[in-house]
């Protein structure tokens, strides 16, 4: 089989950490990659104010299969502008629309809840990923007087809201849960009872399309309830899907349940095109450059992408391993072990290497 070939983004802060670890655990697992680095991020941008070169997208398209990336943020860039280029560019520019994020509690250890066992959160949320709040439409006007308007617009076009809905029923019909059975519910999660025109066009949409999936159940919970159901009892929930600002914020909530920021993974999908994968955690400035971050994250999140081109046995290896390596308490601080980045990384390699 012909080498898959991977653009690597490491970032900034600990994405430069665990990026490298992640790596090197894909490779000892056999899979057949060729990764290629790229330098873009803050220290490229300090130094010579480039954050994407020229044809950098198109490039990434036209020449990998698909990029790996860590994380953008450096508060020696306060506009934080060479993030928002390239993150949110590669997702718009690329238009990346799903961003899934899937959700799982490996051990009963991770969950912050009482009785709340690995069977009981296995769900996933569908971020719309190109719309919404995050597009930088809007404005101010009469700044910094007393009068100041800030405008920030939500765009939601039929299109954007049609496919990412779509994506959820299909996701539903094709990835069983991990016990094996069928995922039998899409729910979608909105404000419509206060944001009455986004949220009018994705409940008709919402309605449209789940016509047509007759053995898939469709639900609804306004944001505010599902926050609260989240964490009263996660056990119901199946495939969530969403609009970028709720996605962003309710993923977030999830990673808490499965052992918090560093254990969660994502990809960033146009389903037939160059698609991204990135852990859900940031720069994390805080604990970076001190083998203290957790790399379980972004080493899942290389087991997805893996998974996404078609690499199954090795992407079971390595979630095997993870698992493993969670059971046994091998792991870095924020999961209650005693390892550094590396040390847990090294335990988890040795473990989803191909004998
Ligand atoms: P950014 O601006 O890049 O989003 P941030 O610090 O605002 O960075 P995160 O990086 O997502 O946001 O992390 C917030 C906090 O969560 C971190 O400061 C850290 O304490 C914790 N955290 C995040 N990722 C990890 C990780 N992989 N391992 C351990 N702790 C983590």
Redesign the pocket.
């Known amino acids: 089989m012909n080498a898959k070939r991977i653009a690597v983004l490491p970032g900034?802060?600990?994405g430069r950490e665990?990026i490298p670890q992640a790596l090197r655990v894909m490779e000892a697992a056999g899979a057949p990659v060729q990764f290629t680095e790229f330098d873009w991020g803050a220290d490229r941008y300090l130094a010579d104010g480039v954050t994407v070169p020229p044809d950098g997208f198109a490039m990434l398209d036209r020449d990998f299969d698909a990029i790996f990336v860590g994380?953008?943020?450096d508060p020696r860039v306060a506009t934080n502008v060479h993030?928002k280029e390239i993150l949110l560019g590669m997702r718009f520019k690329m238009d990346l629309y799903a961003n899934v994020r899937p959700v799982r509690l490996l051990d009963s250890s991770l969950c912050p809840l009482k009785g709340i066992e690995p069977k009981d959160i296995d769900f996933v949320v569908l971020r719309e990923n190109t719309e919404g709040v995050y597009t930088d439409a809007g404005g101010v006007f009469k700044q910094g007087t007393e009068d100041e308007i800030a405008i920030q617009e939500d765009i939601n076009t039929y299109k954007g809201v049609a496919r990412i809905i779509r994506y959820a029923f299909e996701y539903a019909e094709r990835n069983p849960r991990l016990d094996g059975g069928p995922r039998k519910s899409v729910l979608l999660c909105d404000k419509s009872n206060a944001m009455t025109h986004a949220g009018g066009l994705w409940q008709r949409v919402f309605r449209e399309i789940s016509s047509g999936y007759p053995q898939i159940t469709p639900k609804h919970m306004y944001v505010d309830a599902l926050c609260m159901q989240m964490v009263r009892d996660p056990r119901q929930f199946d495939v969530i899907v969403t609009n970028n600002m709720f996605g962003d914020i309710i993923t977030d909530l999830a990673a808490g349940l499965q052992g918090?920021?560093?254990m969660a993974a994502s990809g960033n999908i146009h389903p037939g095109r160059t698609s991204m994968f990135e852990?859900v955690?940031?720069?994390?400035?805080?604990?970076a450059g001190k083998n203290?971050?957790?790399?379980f994250?972004a080493i899942l999140t290389g087991a997805m992408m893996l998974r996404h081109l078609s690499l199954s046995a090795e992407a079971d290896r390595i979630e095997a391993a993870v698992l493993n390596a969670v059971q046994q308490k091998k792991t870095?601080q924020?999961l209650g072990g005693a390892l550094g980045t590396r040390e847990a990384s090294e335990w988890v390699l040795a473990r989803a290497q191909r004998v």
Do not use: C, E, M
Request: glycine share 24%; charged share 10%; hydrophobic share 40%.
């Open positions: 900034d802060g600990i665990v994380a953008f943020g993030a918090g920021l560093g852990p955690h940031g720069s994390a400035p805080p604990i203290v971050a957790n790399p994250g870095t924020d």
